[in-house]
């Protein structure tokens, strides 16, 4: 079962909606409407190559729940993509919309494609391509696709572009993550660190850790991983480890990520900074420390390894990267888990400001930003903690029916069900 469950995200996630219906006491009907998206798009898209070939790349776009509001969720450019891990995906993204209390559903896209083999060109004509497929299917009171895994500003900048020309008019709002000059927000790049730390800051206090001197590893070290690194650090932890796909390092006397940033600028890779012991990119999850911090992709702590975690604190900045097993034995063993719907949700919530901000025409400054993300971010973990005491239930399931729950009373009060 945890083998196919590994491989299959969105069997992980009909699990965790079946594990919370059973928390909330709903209806099997009710449940069984939330574990299936209510819209999945597939579509092709025809390339021509620098060499002058024709490639097909597949795309996915899948839109859950939208009892709440438009859906909402990242697009990702990667060679592993499916149509079951987009599914599941935008599924996670009501769950974490639903937690901080952004008025969302979730939504969720993706192209199976390697970007780190394309040239700037033929990811551009992807961009455009995928867009071209879904347009009809998205806006900015249906959709709003944003970044995700080997995505950025610049290929939200030509998707917003390539909607507006379809549209025949600027339409800011039907994308987020996008450069500022185009409508962007301040602090967006940061966001799902920074609402890492603002949680992180809030589980160390219920755990009685001082989060000054504090041992942090840190998997993953794209944007998410190392802006998480970046704000432990300059918030007074000792970053220990970090890991990013070809391998990562060790430090006792502790890591200055800013300097690992500029070696890896240089070298493409974490591997090989000075003083370092090599490790494993999965040895990062394991290794003795306060605070892990998932921040890679999915299926990463799992029942081959939950035992050898020996943090007091998981806090996963990646979406899904701990199967439900595992979940289970992360919960024996005391620590406290800060799940991916709660801890990584600072990057949807700045989407949400971000799409306002585009409504409006107005615009806010980060500081503005940062304060309005943290007020959000704290009263999210008081929330779930305050349902998973209430309830004696893991932080995961009491993330889970704290955004379910408001789903379920829109969906009722809409007469869906």
Known sequence: MEKELTLNPFKIVQEQIENVGDVLGLSKDVVEVLKWPKRVLSVSIPVKMDDGSTKVFLGYRSQHNDALGPAKGGIRFH??????????????????????????????????????????????????????????????????????????????????????????YNVFGVITGKPLLLGGSEGRNMATAIGTLYTIREGVKVVGINL??????????????????????????????????????????????????????????????????????????????????????????????ANEVKAKIVAEAANGPTTPEADKIIAEKGILMLPDILTN????????????????????????????????MVNAFKNVYEMYKEKKIDMRTAAGAVSIKRVVDAMKLRGWV
């Not at 493409?268 to 992709?297: Q, Y």
Request: hydrophobic residues 35%; charged residues 25%; proline residues 6%.
């Open 79 to 168: 060679p592993d993509v499916t149509i079951d891990e987009v599914m599941a995906l935008s599924m996670w993204m009501t769950l974490k919309c639903g937690v901080v209390g952004v008025p969302y559903g979730g939504g969720k896209g993706g192209v199976a494609c390697n970007p780190k083999e394309m040239s700037q060109g033929e990811i551009e004509k992807v961009a455009r391509g995928y867009i071209d497929g879904i347009w009809q299917f998205i806006g900015p009171e249906k959709d709003i696709p944003a970044p995700d895994v080997y995505t950025n500003p610049q290929i939200m900048a030509w998707m917003m572009d390539e909607y507006s020309k379809l549209k025949g």
């Open 212 to 305: 000054k001197g504090a041992t942090v590893s840190v998997q993953g070290f794209g944007n998410a991983g190392f802006f998480a690194a970046k704000l432990l650090y300059d918030d007074g932890a000792k970053i220990v480890a970090v890991s990013d796909s070809k391998g990562g390092i060790y430090s006792e006397e502790g890591l200055d990520p800013y300097k690992v940033s500029e070696h890896k600028k240089k070298t493409g890779s974490v591997v090989g900074f000075p003083n370092t012991k090599e490790i494993g990119p999965k040895d990062t999850l394991t290794i003795p420390c306060d605070i892990v911090v998932p921040a890679a992709l999915e299926n990463q702590i799992t029942t081959e390894n």
């Open 345 to 376: 949700a600072g990057g949807v919530t700045v989407s949400y400001f971000e799409w306002v901000q585009n409504n409006y025409g107005y615009y806010w400054s980060e500081e503005e930003v940062l304060d309005k993300l943290e007020r959000i």
